[in-house]
T-cell receptor
Framework: DTEVTQTPKHLVMGMTNKKSLKCEQH?????MYWYKQKAKKPPELMFV???????INESVPSRFSPECPNSSLLNLHLHALQPEDSALYLC???????????????FGPGTRLTVL | QKEVEQNSGPLSVPEGAIASLNCTYS??????FFWYRQYSGKSPELIMF????GDKEDGRFTAQLNKASQYVSLLIRDSQPSDSATYLC???????????FGQGTTLQVKP
């Protein structure tokens, strides 16, 4: 089973709203990732959690705040977003954040975010 | 030079033909290589991974890796219209541990 789930599927929010994206995996993976993908571009890494600790923050603006409550869950809290933040937000997981086959990343279906 | 390069296409092939997708990478320390398929509006779906030089076959898909030439390819035999999608080449960076994506190649399979 290589399933990663994400909720909600679609989200429309105003620039003053606070919302959260949720991701869950039940594969026993210990690394989880947030990516942002704009149309006709490849996924762009935002954050990496390894063993529930933040390993990588790709200089993402503070209006994006990740949280990893446990090894199966990953949240992305959103506050005061800009229209240019509208994109597909993808969660992924892998066995470990390391080299080799254990870094095979499996993506969730994504959340389509629109900021008005 | 981009870290992972792909021809953006579109690559157009007739139904039943072999589609050949190519990717080059710059980090000689890379050990793992991945192909993802992404339908419009959907998330990337893993098709294959390869980490040894040579060919790896899975059904209609064959991944080929040549580390000396820093080149990885994906062949799709008996292409079907349902194979029409963007194919993302991804390379695991030996330096940073991150997965580096190419820009993707759009494949169109015409009936």
């Amino acid at each position: 089973d290589t399933e990663v789930t994400q909720t909600p599927k679609h989200l429309v929010m105003g620039m003053t709203n606070k919302k959260s994206l949720k991701c869950e995996q039940h594969m026993g993976h210990r690394a989880m990732y947030w990516y942002k993908q704009k149309a006709k571009k490849p996924p762009e890494l935002m954050f990496v959690y390894s063993y529930e600790k933040l390993s990588i923050n790709e200089s993402v603006p503070s209006r994006f705040s990740p949280e990893c409550p446990n090894s199966s869950l990953l949240n992305l809290h959103l506050h005061a977003l800009q229209p240019e933040d509208s994109a597909l937000y993808l969660c992924a997981s892998s066995q470990r954040f390391a080299g080799g086959v254990t870094d095979t990343q499996y993506f969730g279906p994504g959340t389509r975010l629109t900021v008005l | 030079q981009k870290e992972v390069e792909q021809n953006s296409g579109p690559l157009s092939v007739p139904e039943g033909a072999i589609a050949s997708l190519n990717c080059t990478y710059s980090d000689r320390g890379s050990q793992s290589f991945f192909w993802y398929r992404q339908y419009s509006g959907k998330s990337p779906e893993l098709i294959m991974f390869i980490y040894s030089n040579g060919d790896k076959e899975d059904g209609r898909f064959t991944a080929q890796l040549n580390k000396a030439s820093q080149y990885v390819s994906l062949l799709i035999r008996d292409s079907q219209p349902s194979d029409s999608a963007t194919y993302l080449c991804a390379v695991h960076s030996g330096n940073t541990g991150k997965l580096i994506f190419g820009q993707g190649t759009t494949l169109q399979v015409k009936p």
